[in-house]
T-cell receptor
Framework: KNEVEQSPQNLTAQEGEFITINCSYS?????LHWLQQHPGGGIVSLFM???GKKKHGRLIATINIQEKHSSLHITASHPRDSAVYIC?????????FGTGTSLTVIP | DTAVSQTPKYLVTQMGNDKSIKCEQN?????MYWYKQDSKKFLKIMFS???????INETVPNRFSPKSPDKAHLNLHINSLELGDSAVYFC????????????FGQGTRLTVV
């Protein structure tokens, strides 16, 4: 069983919709990361969380340490948000990755 | 300036060959990493390295070895390449400490034929 589980695996949304991607983990962590991988392959770090909530533009990430759960929200989704979103946790100097959520936003 | 750069971006080679992928970061970070992304897009850590400690994922074959000539570089050497080594390999770096962001290179797509 993977240390990090994401849902859904695939998500298709209409432009403008509110999107939520969930991440659950089973190990003790010092931080949780949300990454974005575009079709071209490059990986960008979106957020690093150890508690609470962070917001960057239309993206919001929350984490509940007690429940070992995090969510990534995208408000007013746009086709350029189409990418794979990956949750990763770091119990120290390593990362464990979720399998990713492939998001497609249709105009 | 690219923060974490990998070369080459694409590498096609025959089974049995030995190859290297280079990684350089200009962020002054203390820790560097190598990750493998398989055909199912699943990322797995291979190595993490700072100037004090090399942590190896025990599932990584010993044909893979990281070499760090200095703090800004962590190169990946692969001996006796096998078909199953075909994947995208990502280098990343982060400042020392546990609550830090990682910055990724653009990836190297390795194809073994």
């Amino acid at each position: 069983k993977n240390e990090v589980e994401q849902s859904p695996q695939n998500l298709t949304a209409q432009e403008g919709e509110f999107i939520t991607i969930n991440c659950s983990y089973s190990v003790g962590i010092s931080a949780l990361h949300w990454l974005q991988q575009h079709p071209g392959g490059g990986i960008v770090s979106l957020f690093m969380l150890s508690s609470g909530k962070k917001k960057h533009g239309r993206l919001i990430a929350t984490i509940n340490i007690q429940e070992k759960h995090s969510s990534l929200h995208i408000t007013a989704s746009h086709p350029r948000d189409s990418a794979v979103y990956i949750c990763a946790v770091s119990p120290g100097n390593q990362f464990y990755f979720g399998t990713g959520t492939s998001l497609t936003v249709i105009p | 300036d690219t923060a974490v750069s990998q070369t080459p971006k694409y590498l096609v080679t025959q089974m049995g060959n030995d190859k290297s992928i280079k990684c350089e970061q200009n962020l002054g970070h203390d820790t560097m990493y190598w990750y493998k992304q398989d055909s199912k897009k699943f990322l797995k850590i291979m190595f993490s390295y700072n100037n004090k400690e090399l942590i190896i994922n025990e599932t990584v074959p010993n044909r893979f070895s990281p070499k760090s000539p200095d703090k800004a570089h962590l190169n990946l050497h692969i001996n006796s390449l096998e078909l199953g080594d075909s994947a995208v390999y990502f280098c990343a770096s982060s400042p020392i400490g546990t609550n830090t962001e990682a910055f990724f290179g653009q990836g190297t797509r390795l194809t073994v034929v």
